[in-house]
């Protein structure tokens, strides 16, 4: 079947460490993004890419890096630089249109990171 | 003031019931996009507008560009129904998605 895997879903680190987060999709879709979740407040983005080995910053890149070498991988990197990385992380893709990616988003089922 | 605005925050309901959930915007927007989360947190798709109104099922998603204002409808309410209801757009021009808060709703039986 079709879709978006992350992994771990429970993720621990201790303070100070680097952890990447995996996220691999089989939908031949051109664009993936990362967002962050923490309790309250809207979903973030973090990272996108619209194709590979090209990504642009999001609205809360500071603290994180990613990589696309893959058409299907799309991995994060939580530096330690990144003041507050406990919170739950959500990789997604689209199909990309005309040079924009206008279509639906498909979600992974997330990685909840914990930084002890 | 968040680009995007939901109400009400929490809502619980009586199976049956007619259920509306409300998102406001303040940016131009390509799209708009009506989310359900679980309590596992995974993510599912339910509509994507740009206009008018779309139907799946029990779901009724309507969007009025010029109020920049959008509903998400739920018919004859069902326990399973129970999940956090998220409104997302894309900003005209933009890459990714602005989310809202997000809705809980509770339905009880």
């Known amino acids: 079947d079709g879709g978006i895997t992350q992994s771990p879903k429970y993720l621990f680190r201790k303070e100070g460490q680097n952890v990447t987060l995996s996220c691999e999709q089989n939908?031949?879709?051109?664009?993936m993004y990362w967002y962050r979740q923490d309790p309250g407040q809207g979903l973030r983005l973090i990272y996108y890419?619209?194709?590979?080995?090209?990504?642009q910053k999001g609205d809360i890149a500071e603290g994180y890096s990613v990589s696309r070498e893959k058409k299907e991988s799309f991995p994060l990197t939580v530096t330690s630089a990144q003041k507050n990385p406990t919170a739950f992380y959500l990789c997604?893709?689209?199909?990309?249109?005309?040079?924009?990616?206008?279509?639906?988003?498909?979600f992974g089922p997330g990685t909840r990171l914990t930084v002890l | 003031k968040n680009e995007v605005e939901q109400s009400p925050q929490n809502l619980t309901a009586q199976e049956g019931e007619f259920i509306t959930i409300n998102c406001s915007y303040s940016?131009?927007?390509?799209?708009l996009h009506w989310l359900q989360q679980h309590p596992g947190g995974g993510i599912v798709s339910l509509f994507m507008?740009?206009?008018g109104k779309k139907k799946h099922g029990r779901l009724i998603a309507t969007i009025n560009i010029q109020e920049k204002h959008s509903s998400l409808h739920i018919t004859a309410s069902h326990p399973r129904d129970s999940a956090v209801y998220i409104c997302?757009?894309?900003?005209?021009?933009?890459?990714?998605?602005?989310f809202g808060k997000g809705t809980h709703l509770i339905i009880q039986p």
């Open positions: 997604a893709s689209s199909i990309e249109t005309s040079g924009r990616a206008r279509d639906e988003q498909f």
């Open positions: 939908l031949n879709h051109d664009a």
């Open positions: 890419s619209q194709i590979v080995n090209d990504f």
């Open positions: 940016v131009g927007i390509s799209a």
């Open positions: 507008l740009s206009s």
């Open positions: 997302a757009v894309r900003r005209g021009g933009a890459d990714g998605l602005t």
